[in-house]
């Protein structure tokens, strides 16, 4: 099982889903702590900021980080979950519960899982510059970037409230 949360919510979404697997995509100076009962070696840190054109002095999410996040996910054995998170719940964590739905259901059609996205998180605004760049490595020919266009900007919010993503 897959979930997505803010940073705010991290230690108490991985206790309360006995998550042992976790993936933070937030800006690079951080500090985030390995949650209690997740193994170091099973928590992926990508260090980026959540902008989609590059801008001076921030780090944008590059190809690289993508590809680190398909590799973690899909060494994932998936037999406990894995939680997905940024700083605010919206749009890296989101991005990347998408990705990581697309990444493990090669068959599955893009505007179905974008659609399940928006269902089960209404403020999701997926980072574009993730979503295409995933689009790309997973060969889907810009099915990913098109529905995440399609479901559009999420409702106004802080805070993302943590959720389950199907993943298959």
Known sequence: MLYVCSLSRLNETVSKVGATHVVTLINTEMDVPTPDGVDPERHL???????VTPIDGL???????VERLLGFVKA?????????????????STAGAYVTACAL?????????????????????PNGRLVAM?????????????????IGRGATAFEGTPFEMPIS
């Open 59 to 65: 780090t944008p999410p590059a190809e690289a980080h």
């Open 105 to 125: 259901n090669p068959q599955a059609d893009e505007r179905d899982l974008a659609q399940e996205l928006r269902r089960r998180a209404p403020s999701a605004t």
């Open 45 to 51: 840190f990508l260090g980026f900021n959540d902008i």
């Open 76 to 92: 994932w054995d998936r037999s406990s979950p894995l939680v997905v998170h940024c700083w605010a719940g919206i749009s890296r």
């Open 134 to 150: 995933a689009d790309k490595l997973l060969s889907r020919d810009g099915r990913m970037i098109d529905a995440i266009r399609e």
